[in-house]
Each structure stands twice: as structure tokens, then as C-alpha cells.
């Protein structure tokens, strides 16, 4: 068996996966990522999320964690709770012109193929502890028997039921009104422990404990369990494509505490420390995901990454997990983990988690502004090397299985160096879900249709909803064959069986229509060809994307013979054809 470094080294430049979440934190409080300062315009903190989204995008992620709720406050419109001080300068005072900025944080993230996940944090009210700069409407001010005091801020109390109502209530508030993908917490639960101080929660203790627990901590668990079990019910009611993740705290015990636990000697575990029985979650299906966050480098002694990781891979229940990566470690000038100043750290972590394909599916970078900052060029890495060709983010079969509708009236024109592909969304699938966006794959001559290869696909278009799709590909080499696939996807990534249309690379014009590639079934219902519109007069006669006579399913086969060798394989199916049925 391979050591973790041999594992981590092993082929430097190999192609990245097609499926893998890749991701960043934009964290809000203190105004960490953004916005970049308190009381800015619509206009300027619109401009600087841009930036952020388009820096994302440039480096290859497809997903963004923003958070929106950092202490009891909104980066929304809200009746529950008030207006942010980090978005506005003043809590409870809103933003100008009446702005609401969430839904246009969602859209500029969908318009650039991110997912947008809602980050939270269920239980902090304050970051310090003077009362009177509260807004009118935060609820301590209807409310203060719901908080206590603990290093000096203001804490929800986990144990009361009236406290788990008003989280619960403000996130279902959030998941009904707006187009988010998922909701998302950090590993803030009860407060990290500090010396000389008790969190002083005996009363609720006392007064709200119908399963009779004897221990302090095991009751605290369970305060948390039943957030996270009531609140995973909720949101699948609600809407049930959104998905509930969290990222806990990296090590959940210690082996020397628990035989379940990880060969490690962290200081404050999740589980004794903080009460997040986060492996629980998992493994009773309560969140959809998991990025523990796993801030060491490979060379830390007492928390050495490749344990921690090799230990997440065991214990994740099948639920998605995703890695928190530390990229702002690299900003530090830290002494206890120097492995940080080497410019191999990171892209090590990401390859190591990579000899995992089934089990780690992914990244989440904290945060934004180390992304933005390129430190030791490592976001230069992400983007020329391992984030080179775009992936789709990993299906959760569990949520939505069903996969959407082909294409319909998929038509290619091309001119000399320019191919225009068109088409539109088929009717919605069985359960009502109509195509989110598609995958664009273009093969040339003697290449393999195979759609697990990330660097056949050509683009991820997303149109605006009920519009039609179109793409220009101006990379295509004059006078070369290419064979283009089409699939669709829905908002939960499950994807369609393909469309596919041939060019010849004939120097005059040329116009074809698409139809499945032999050996895909046809869904049920549809016509079986698809016809472009009738040409206007002088104009090439569209022909079919249908395979000449004898020949294979790969996209070599549709190219002229006097141009293209092809090795006929008459029996051998391809890999589109074996992946979507026949």
C-alpha cells in the first residue's frame, strides 16, 4: 500500500474527476470576505461580490457558501430578526433604496454556475456583549430569557425548545422565500470552552429535560440532535431539493477518548467540547453533507491532515463528504505549522483527497479573500492545473434520482471557424423537474465518446429559465470533424441521456439537427427525429446527426471517410451508450 505521500505525489498533471464539489466560504462577519466595508451602496458591495464570484469562477469552483445570518442578524429582508450592522454600517438600518440583496447574490452566483449555499449560524446573537446597540426588533429585546452570556457575547440557549423554534423559523423563512440550493452551518454549536468560564445553562437543564439525562453533556447533544433532526425534516417539507450541510470542527474525538475517534491529540474534539455529534448526523441521514474542517497541514504532529482525512473517509455514512480546506493558513505568519509556507501544501491536500474517489467528493476553501489574494500562486494551481476542466457537482441520489429530459431541437450551423449550437429544454421528467443547465461535450475525430472525461466538456451553459440555449463555439479547428453531445441537468446535477450532432468540417456551410446516438432509448413520447426549421432558399439542406450505415456510436464514425480513419468495432457499444441505456 502506498504511504499518504507517495498517495499525494502520486501522478502530478492527472485529470481531475468530473464530479467534485469546489468551493469557497465568502464569511460576512467582521466583514472578513465581504462586503469590504460596513454602509457601502447597493452599487459598491454588488461590484465587490462580482468580483469575488468572478475570481471563483476563474479558478475553476462551482459553488459558494455566503453567509447570511452571521449573529442574528439578516443579509435579507426579515420580520425575525434585524438588518445586518456588517452589511449596513448600523443594525436594524436597511439597506438604501430598500435593496434586498439575497436574491441577487443567488442569481450572479447561478449566472456563473455556482451553487449557493445559505451559511448560517444557528446559535451566536452578538460578537460582544453591549446590549444597547441592539436593534428595536432583535429578539433579545422580546426575548432575553433566551440568552446567556458566554465570552463576552450574547448566546442563544440551545437547551430551550423556544429557542430551536426561532432558529428553525428563521431558516424556513429563507428556504420559502428565496432560490438557495442548500442551507449550510458552521461549527459554532455550544461555545468553544474557555478557562475560567461556565456557560451557565443549570436552569434549562433543570426545567427542560423530558428524557431524563444525568449528564450535563449528554443532554447538551441532544439539545443539538434535535435541531438538526426537526430542522433536516423541515427544510425536505419545505422544498425538497434543498440540502442541509455543516461544517464541524475537523476532529470529532480523539482514539484516546473514544476507540470510534481518530489518531489524533486535538485540543477541544466536537464531540466533548463543542456537543455536535456530527458522525450521529450522518450516520441517521440528518444532513446531506459534511466539510469537516481540516485546517492542519500534512506535517502537524498532534493533527497530521492525511489521519484526519483517512478517518472522515470511514465515517461518513455515505453522505457527501467534502473537505474544509485552510487556504488562509497560507496568509499566516505561523510558527507552530510551517508546512503552510510551501507552495505544494495545499495542491498536496487536494490531490491526497483525490486517491479517495469515493469517498472524499470535494473542496470548500476558507475563505474568499485568500482565493482573491493567490498566496504562494496557489489559486494559479487551481486553475491551470487541478481545476483546469470544469466538474459538476456530485448527485445526491438519496434527494432526487430522477435524471431530466433529453434536448429538444438541438440544431448545429456552422460557418468556417464558427459552430452555432442551439436547442431547448425538453418537457419536465416524472417528478416535475425541467433541465437546470446542460453540459456541452465535443469530440473529434478518433476520440472516444466518453462522458466521464472532464476535458471533452466544451461549456456548461445555463440560459435564463424557459429560454431557449444557445453556444458559439469559435475553438473549432476549419475543415475538422466534430461529433457534439448535449445533456441536460437538473438543479440536484442528475443528468439527461444525450443529444448529438455531427459537422463534417466541409469548408462550404452546414447545417444538421441532432437525434440520440444509436443504442439510446428514446424517452417516451417523443417524435423519433428531431427536424430542424426549413432552410431558407440557397441555404445547405440540414441533414441527420444519424450514423452512416455499419458504423460505431463514436463521434469518428459520422466523419467523411476520406478524411477520418476509423477502426471499425461494430459489436462494441460506446461509453454514452452503455452509461445512458439502450
Not at 486553475?383 to 448545429?412: G, H, I, S
Request: charged share 25%.
Amino acid at each position: 500500500m502506498l504511504s499518504w505521500s507517495a498517495r499525494a505525489e502520486a501522478e502530478p498533471g492527472a485529470v481531475p474527476p468530473k464530479r467534485e464539489l469546489r468551493g469557497m466560504w465568502i464569511a460576512t462577519v467582521e466583514n472578513i470576505d465581504w462586503p469590504t466595508q460596513r454602509g457601502a451602496t447597493p452599487e459598491q458591495y454588488r461590484r465587490d461580490y462580482r468580483r469575488l464570484l468572478d475570481a471563483g469562477q476563474r479558478a475553476g469552483l462551482n459553488a459558494v457558501f455566503v453567509q447570511i445570518r452571521p449573529a442574528s442578524d439578516a443579509f435579507y429582508k426579515s420580520s425575525l430578526e434585524p438588518w445586518s450592522k456588517w452589511l449596513t454600517g448600523v443594525q436594524g438600518r436597511a439597506p438604501a433604496d430598500g435593496d434586498d440583496p439575497l436574491p441577487f447574490l443567488i442569481t450572479e452566483a447561478h449566472r456563473r454556475g455556482l451553487e449557493f449555499h445559505a451559511w448560517f449560524n444557528p446559535y451566536r446573537a452578538t460578537m460582544d456583549s453591549v446590549t444597547r446597540r441592539l436593534a428595536p426588533n432583535h429578539p433579545y429585546r422580546q426575548h432575553p430569557q433566551w440568552f446567556l452570556r458566554y465570552g463576552g457575547q450574547l448566546l442563544y440557549n440551545p437547551g430551550l425548545p423556544e429557542v430551536r423554534a426561532h432558529i428553525t423559523r428563521v431558516i424556513l423563512d429563507v428556504v420559502r422565500r428565496y432560490d438557495i440550493d442548500a442551507v449550510h452551518f458552521d461549527d459554532y454549536f455550544y461555545p468553544y470552552p474557555m478557562p475560567g468560564q461556565v456557560f451557565h445553562d443549570e436552569a434549562a437543564f433543570r426545567d427542560f429535560n423530558p428524557e431524563g439525562f444525568e449528564q450535563l453533556a449528554d443532554w447538551r447533544r441532544h439539545n443539538v440532535n434535535v435541531l438538526i433532526r426537526d430542522l433536516h425534516d423541515s427544510i425536505r417539507l419545505a422544498k425538497r431539493w434543498v440540502k442541509f450541510g455543516i461544517s464541524p470542527f475537523g476532529v470529532w474525538m480523539n482514539q484516546s477518548a473514544d476507540p470510534r475517534g481518530s489518531d489524533t491529540r486535538a485540543g477541544q474534539p466536537s464531540y466533548s467540547n463543542l456537543y455536535a455529534d456530527s458522525r450521529l448526523w450522518l450516520e441517521k441521514g440528518w444532513i446531506d453533507y459534511i466539510v469537516p474542517q481540516l485546517y492542519w497541514s500534512t506535517n502537524f504532529r498532534l493533527v497530521p491532515y492525511p489521519v484526519l482525512l483517512e478517518w472522515w473517509t470511514r465515517n461518513h455514512f455515505d453522505r457527501h463528504l467534502y473537505i474544509g480546506q485552510g487556504s488562509y493558513r497560507m496568509l499566516e505568519s505561523t510558527r507552530s505549522d510551517t508546512a503552510w509556507r510551501n507552495p505544494r501544501e495545499l495542491p498536496r491536500q487536494i490531490r491526497l483527497n483525490r486517491t479517495y474517489p469515493d469517498d472524499a467528493s470535494g473542496s470548500v476553501f476558507f475563505s474568499a479573500k485568500s482565493l482573491l489574494a493567490n498566496p504562494l500562486h496557489t489559486t494559479d494551481s487551481l486553475r491551470q492545473d487541478l481545476f483546469r476542466y470544469p466538474a459538476l457537482v456530485p448527485t445526491m441520489p438519496w434527494l432526487d434520482a430522477v435524471p431530466p429530459q433529453p434536448v429538444a431541437n438541438l440544431t448545429l450551423r456552422r460557418l468556417r471557424r464558427q459552430a452555432v449550437l442551439s436547442w431547448q429544454s425538453g418537457p419536465p421528467a416524472a417528478d416535475g423537474d425541467a433541465a437546470t443547465y446542460y453540459v456541452l461535450y465535443r469530440f473529434g475525430p478518433n476520440e472516444p465518446s466518453s462522458p466521464h472525461d472532464p476535458r471533452r466538456i466544451l461549456a456548461l451553459p445555463r440560459p435564463a429559465p424557459g429560454f431557449p440555449a444557445t453556444y458559439v463555439d469559435t475553438t473549432a479547428v476549419p475543415g475538422q470533424a466534430y461529433a457534439y453531445y448535449v445533456t441536460a441537468v437538473d438543479r440536484l446535477h442528475n443528468e439527461s441521456r444525450p443529444m448529438r450532432v455531427v459537422t463534417l468540417g466541409q469548408q462550404a456551410a452546414e447545417l444538421a439537427v441532432g437525434e440520440a446516438p444509436a443504442g439510446v432509448a428514446r424517452p417516451a413520447g417523443a417524435p423519433a427525429a428531431v427536424v430542424a426549421a426549413q432552410p431558407r432558399p440557397g441555404r445547405p439542406q440540414p441533414r441527420s446527426a444519424g450514423r452512416p450505415t455499419g458504423s460505431g456510436d463514436s463521434p469518428e464514425a459520422s466523419a467523411p471517410s476520406t478524411k477520418v480513419k476509423v477502426k471499425a468495432k461494430p459489436k462494441k457499444r460506446g461509453f454514452f451508450e452503455r452509461l445512458f441505456g439502450g
